[in-house]
């Protein structure tokens, strides 16, 4: 009997591709032919079979100055303005001839295409195979809006990205895949149906180099404190360490990452308590965590979640600073959208370490996303539907 033959596809961003990969492991387990599709700097690099899905080299910063010279006048309203630009534009011209190939060769079955990278639907639809979108950050029914922007940048559209957008909200893949729980949906009525439940299960390759007193009991029976501005921290320096120096300040232990890219040294003088790394394996360390500072990126709110976690949140673009407002609504955790010195992450951090409501409404919403199907789950329902 010929194994079902199933593409994940993504945009090459770690937020992007990270969270579709204990999906991905549960339908290879589940006996499906699997691959990613996904750009540098992952294909060929993970524990997993990759295809190519955006050209060869071509990075995010690429896209980034694209966007900016092909489209000046999304800096005039950029909430609007940016995702029909990057994602549905312009990342959807390079990706899909890619794809196209790709899957000439390899026709899916399925594609699950994480949201935010609409040419797998634009080229899976031309393929004739089903779709499903994977949710990778809260539901906005402006996402349901990107595979049109996609076919008007493959076609001879000439509208702007936005006004595509703006005149296309829909949903057209054949259901949702969303790991975010009910109790953080800002428009939980909004999200398409069918829905499709699955756990949010934290995932990172594997680091062969990472310190191993990381996993370690604290030390000096310290509670230990967790920040990250993620992989893509829009340059904040400052932002980071200020966050460092901060959850310092209540005389924790703090576990730094300042990213792939980042530069440890940059931080400067930081306390004998801070422990400064580019890259800390977040499924790893998540387990040894009291509370956690970081971007609001989506991946590192619902890993922490998933722990039963406390979070102070201090988004730097992109969707955190909803991400920020969910937090604070739910219970979990404290928003600093409005900014924090020093001071003020000090103040928010021991709050977090020191007041039971953050950390209980943190347990509550972790039963919650204990009791969502799993990946395994969802993976034997969708071979199932096939």
């Known amino acids: ?38 750009g540098t700097p992952f294909h060929g690099r993970l524990d997993f079979p990759t295809r190519l899905g955006f050209p060869e080299g071509a990075t ?5 100055a694209e966007v900016m010279a092909t489209f000046p006048e999304v800096k005039e309203n950029f909430r609007e303005r940016w995702v029909p630009s990057f994602f549905g534009n312009v990342i959807s011209r390079h990706a899909a001839p890619v794809l196209r190939e790709q899957w000439a060769a390899e026709p899916p079955d399925l594609v699950i295409y994480e949201a935010m990278f609409p040419a797998a639907k634009l080229v899976a639809d031309e393929a004739g195979a089903r779709t499903l979108a994977f949710g990778i950050t809260q539901w906005s029914p402006f996402f349901g809006s990107l595979p049109a922007v996609a076919r008007a940048a493959n076609g001879d559209d000439a509208r702007k990205p936005w006004q595509v957008a703006g005149a ?12 975010f729980p009910a109790g953080l949906q800002t428009l939980a009525e909004s999200t398409p149906e069918p829905r499709i439940p699955v756990r949010t299960t934290a995932w990172s390759e594997a680091a062969p180099q990472t310190d191993p007193s ?30 460092v120096l901060g959850a310092a300040r209540t005389g924790a232990e703090v576990v730094v990452a300042c990213g792939p890219e980042g530069d440890p040294a940059a931080l400067g003088d930081v306390p004998d308590t801070v422990r400064v790394h580019r890259f800390v394996p977040q499924a790893a360390i998540l387990p040894t965590l009291d509370a956690i500072v970081h971007h609001g990126g989506s991946g590192t709110m619902l ?12 988004p730097q673009g992109a969707d955190q600073f909803f991400n920020a407002e969910a937090i604070e609504r739910a219970g979990v955790g404290i928003s600093g959208s409005a900014g924090l010195d020093v001071d003020g992450v000090a103040e928010a951090v021991g709050r977090l370490l020191g007041n039971g409501e953050h950390r209980s409404a943190a347990r509550r919403l972790a039963a919650e996303v204990a009791a969502t199907p799993s990946p395994d789950d969802v993976a034997r329902r969708l071979l199932d539907e096939l």
């Open 303 to 314: 890993a922490a979640i998933e722990h039963g976690i406390p979070q102070l949140v201090v």
């Open 1 to 38: 009997m010929t194994r079902p033959r199933i593409a994940l596809a993504s945009a090459p961003a770690y937020g992007h591709l990270y969270p579709l990969m204990p999906l991905a492991f549960a339908l290879q387990r589940a006996g499906a032919d699997v691959h990613v599709a996904v």
């Open 214 to 243: 990381l996993l370690a009991p604290h030390v000096d029976g310290r509670p230990r404190v967790f920040v990250t501005l993620g992989t893509v921290s829009f340059g904040a320096v400052d932002a980071l360490r200020t966050a």
């Open 168 to 179: 296309s909200i829909g949903f057209e893949a054949g259901g949702y895949v969303d790991p």
């Open 60 to 64: 995010i910063g690429d896209v980034t």
